[in-house]
């Protein structure tokens, strides 16, 4: 994709192709049910271009804009820096005429869905922008990223199914001093697939703990809390977890409006293969089967075991075929104000702070997965013996 040219104005043609975890090749950890896409380029310090975006709300669960420096690989005024650098959907004022149908009781159906994004150096003229992220002036390779998650399913085989429904973003390359457009600057591929966020390595006596992880300098996505868990090697091994799971945001019918604030907008569990930052296998919130006492109990093995055609509530997951997995449990948009067991309640890992201090039960309880890991042929026996009554 990389190139040079002098286009004036209309950049569109310079969107990525489209990032699907669907496709179980994407790297930087993706989920399974997001798609995502790119707009990169190289800008001359303190040029004064900015972009301009026009598009429709798509019709899925969530879309979201997150803008990067490209060197660094974490958002464009850094993680926790508390400076604008991603816009969710429900966050997105409408155009004038428009409504967002991510916001209370409006019609997820709405023709009327049009919204106008603004990305600009800092120092400019915000004023008459709806949605406006700045950007520095002095960083030269920047990255503008949509996602999309779950769009609805009656778009199958609609041409822009992974964008729900709609076209990508128009984009327009306009100079800020004077609001004419610009020359499209250069684009050029992501480079490479970034640095795994630290982490407190693979479980050890059998013991499955989760602790959050930073996406930091990995391409992180703004709205999402992150738990994970190493295991290494896999073997034989079947592991056996569980989890309390919050309310989620359903959006199953197209046409009836969201009525409620839920305690996460979305939740999965994802597969990843460490060394290829790739997705293998996913459950998400809508694909899971809840047991009898509320709790979400989920297997992973080399193959699904035999003993689970016999009993109820569980779900499984293969380990693929890779021996050094990561497993990662996604909080999308918790309602923190309310749901105070979310994942992002559970402190970043520190490794110069003691493992065991920082596994996330020990902060948000039930809400956070723990279980047990064990041979094959002893998870038969008595599923790894687990140290909560089984359903």
């Given at each position: ?346 402190p970043i890992y520190d490794s110069a702070l003691p493992r065991e201090d920082q596994a996330a039960e020990r902060y948000i309880g039930e809400y956070a997965p723990s279980g047990v890991y064990c041979p094959g042929i002893k998870f038969v026996k008595d599923f790894c013996a687990p140290p909560w009554e089984m359903p």
């Amino acid at each position: 994709m990389a190139h040079e040219h002098a286009r004036q104005g209309d950049c569109t043609a310079d969107w990525s192709i489209a990032w699907s975890g669907e496709r179980r090749w994407t790297p930087l950890l993706p989920d399974m049910h997001a798609t995502y896409w790119y707009y990169a380029v190289t800008r001359v310090e303190g040029d004064k271009v900015g972009f301009e975006l026009h598009a429709q709300f798509g019709h899925a669960r969530y879309q979201g804009f997150n803008v990067y420096n490209d060197v660094t690989g974490d958002l464009v005024w850094g993680s926790g820096s508390g400076r604008r650098s991603s816009f969710r959907d429900e966050e997105i004022e409408p155009d004038e005429g428009s409504q967002n149908p991510y916001r209370l009781y409006v019609p997820r159906d709405t023709l009327e869905r049009d919204y106008t994004l603004h990305l600009v150096p800092e120092g400019s003229d915000t004023s008459g922008y709806r949605n406006c992220i700045t950007f520095p002036a002095d960083v030269t390779q920047l990255s503008v990223y949509l996602r999309v998650y779950l769009p609805d399913q009656h778009l199958k085989g609609h041409p822009h199914y992974l964008s729900g429904g709609v076209p990508l973003p128009r984009i327009r390359a306009f100079d800020t001093g004077d609001g004419l457009p610009a020359a499209c600057p250069p684009t050029r591929p992501i480079p490479g697939t970034g640095t795994l966020p630290p982490g407190p390595g693979a479980n050890t006596d059998g013991q499955v703990h989760f602790y959050r992880v930073t996406a930091k300098d990995y391409y992180p996505n703004h709205d999402n809390a992150y738990l994970a868990t190493v295991f290494e090697p896999i073997g034989d091994n079947v592991a056996l977890i569980r989890v309390r799971p919050p309310t989620y945001t359903n959006t199953s019918d197209p046409a009836a409006p969201i009525t409620e604030v839920t305690q996460v907008r979305y939740w999965s569990f994802n597969v990843y293969s460490i060394e290829l930052s790739n997705v293998t296998a996913c459950l998400a919130d809508f694909e899971a089967e809840v047991a009898p006492d509320g709790f979400v109990y989920l297997v992973l093995g080399r193959r699904r075991p035999a003993i689970l055609d016999k009993a109820e509530g569980f779900n499984f997951l293969p380990w693929g075929l890779h021996e050094k997995i990561a497993l990662v449990y996604r909080h999308m948009a918790p309602d923190t104000d309310n749901f105070k067991q979310s994942a992002a309640a559970v402190p970043i890992y520190d490794s110069a702070l003691p493992r065991e201090d920082q596994a996330a039960e020990r902060y948000i309880g039930e809400y956070a997965p723990s279980g047990v890991y064990c041979p094959g042929i002893k998870f038969v026996k008595d599923f790894c013996a687990p140290p909560w009554e089984m359903p």
